[in-house]
């Protein structure tokens, strides 16, 4: 006869046995995205818009080596913007009413870029038809022929964001370079012209504070009114007109002295046109009533003369005239309050005393620097010196040196000048002292390359972070 005790465990083993195992208990990693509030996915929605591109480790210690002024490594592409990302309505009914909700405008639209290549681009694909195949060459080439923007279509989302746009960049009206190499020109993909920039910035009249035009010369070239529509941007505190290939005239540009509350001003022509009569040829004097400009930008201005004496009287802390090879740049050396001077590509050659250096061709030295106490950033690539200036040593507050692409630069003896500037934390001397390639370096080359690696050494022991950027070839 079985135990009563020994029974009823028995039966309890065997009830348990007959129940139906549970299924797992799934664990979501606590960052599951469905999971966060609407708050924190505005915030990363809004984020997309000025994070760049994952770059590798190489690129990105470059770009953390960034200067205060435009470099080949930083040359100030804007990004595509939010609007280059039209398919994130179509994730989720969720997502779709984050991005629709008008409480949403203030966070996603305080700055619009309109890229004309990236719109086309992404309406050749938008909406998203899903698919686990990607579509062929032939038929993106087949969609993107027939795909055509509306101005008309641009303009009425301007005036569904207008109370909350406040930067706006349009960019690449005329075309785009592919990622093969190839120029694709946009003139009859888009039916948006002057007509339709005029009214855009009409409609953003009172609240704009800051634009960037980017290659876009058919709203800048003669006749076309660019400068005056923009001149109506009373508010405007930031400027940027780039990639000019035409001339500009010097009745346009003056037209911007209306801008009294502007800032920063850049004008630019674009670098590798080829073309001799491109950007403006004149700065107008009606720009002393710039009170408030602190940076101006002339990069690339092959028609440019002079730097007229106006702008020693107008208390600039930046600027940029890189390119501008024809222009006097003699004032300089009286613009006292310069913080930053970027005077890359202008064919300056000398030695370290200031003297016309020899076995070169004829061209400018370096203006005075020495009055210049103020500046702390310094671009002197892309230029012929020989010898690293020796006014160097008076900038006691100089943080970031570019002397980068100076091929006949050697050094000679000790960078003392550099080494007895306390502030000094970035220096680029890549591409100096270029020989023709021989297998081995000579002995001025050799000498050059240990008082570098002298400098570098004597950098890093400095109690804050430093940088030093060498090419060994």
Not at 109 to 119: I, K, M, N, P, T
Not at 156 to 171: P, S, T, Y
Request: glycine share 4%; charged share 20%.
């Amino acid at each position: 006869m079985q135990d009563p005790q020994t029974s009823k465990v028995v039966r309890a083993l065997f009830a348990a046995s007959c129940k139906k195992a549970a299924p797992p208990r799934v664990i979501r990693p606590a960052s599951y995205i469905d999971d966060l509030p609407d708050e924190i996915l505005l915030k990363v929605f809004a984020d997309l818009a000025r994070v760049g591109p994952v770059v590798p480790p190489q690129v990105e210690a470059l770009q953390g080596a960034r200067m205060p002024f435009r470099t080949l490594d930083n040359p100030g592409e804007p990004h595509p913007g939010l609007r280059s990302y039209p398919f994130l309505g179509q994730v989720c009914k969720r997502w779709n009413k984050i991005l629709c909700d008008p409480a949403s405008r203030e966070v996603l639209w305080q700055s619009v870029v309109v890229d004309f290549g990236h719109e086309l681009i992404t309406a050749v694909h938008t909406p998203i038809v899903w698919s686990n195949r990607r579509p062929t060459d032939d038929e993106f080439r087949e969609s993107f022929s027939v795909t055509r923007l509306s101005a008309q279509r641009i303009l009425a989302f301007i005036r569904q964001q207008q109370k909350a746009i406040r930067r706006v960049v349009l960019m690449n009206s005329e075309g785009y370079w592919s990622d093969e190499g190839d120029f694709v020109n946009l003139q009859n993909k888009h039916n948006f012209a002057m007509a339709h920039f005029g009214m855009l910035l009409g409609l953003l009249q009172d609240s704009l504070e800051e634009l960037q035009v980017q290659h876009c010369n058919d709203f800048f070239s003669y006749g076309q009114g660019g400068f005056g529509a923009i001149s109506c941007l009373h508010n405007l505190r930031k400027l940027s007109v780039e990639d000019l290939h035409c001339r500009v005239e010097k009745e346009s540009t003056a037209e911007l002295s209306r801008l009294v509350q502007l800032e920063e001003l850049c004008i630019s022509g674009e670098e590798h046109a080829g073309a001799w009569a491109v950007g403006i040829d004149v700065i107008p004097k009606a720009w002393i009533n710039l009170k408030h400009l602190r940076k101006l930008e002339l990069r690339g201005h092959t028609m440019l003369a002079m730097l007229p004496p106006v702008l020693a009287d107008m208390q600039l802390t930046h600027l940029d005239v890189s390119l501008c090879r024809n222009a006097d740049l003699s004032v300089i050396s009286s613009m006292r309050t310069l913080q930053v001077l970027a005077l890359q590509g202008l064919d300056l050659a000398e030695n370290g005393s200031g003297a016309p250096a020899p076995n070169v061709p004829t061209r400018r030295t370096l203006p005075c620097l020495t009055q210049l106490t103020s500046l702390t950033a310094l671009n002197l690539c892309d230029n012929y010196f020989t010898r690293v200036p020796t006014a160097l040593s008076m900038l006691q507050r100089l943080q970031f040196l570019d002397m980068s692409n100076n091929p006949e630069l050697q050094v000679p003896s000790p960078l003392s000048m550099l080494t007895s500037l306390p502030q000094l934390r970035t220096v680029d001397l890549r591409g100096i002292h270029q020989e023709p390639t021989l297998g081995y370096w000579s002995d001025v080359k050799c000498t050059t390359m240990r008082y570098v690696a002298a400098f570098t050494k004597a950098m890093k022991r400095r109690p804050y972070p430093t940088r030093v950027l060498v090419e060994v070839d």
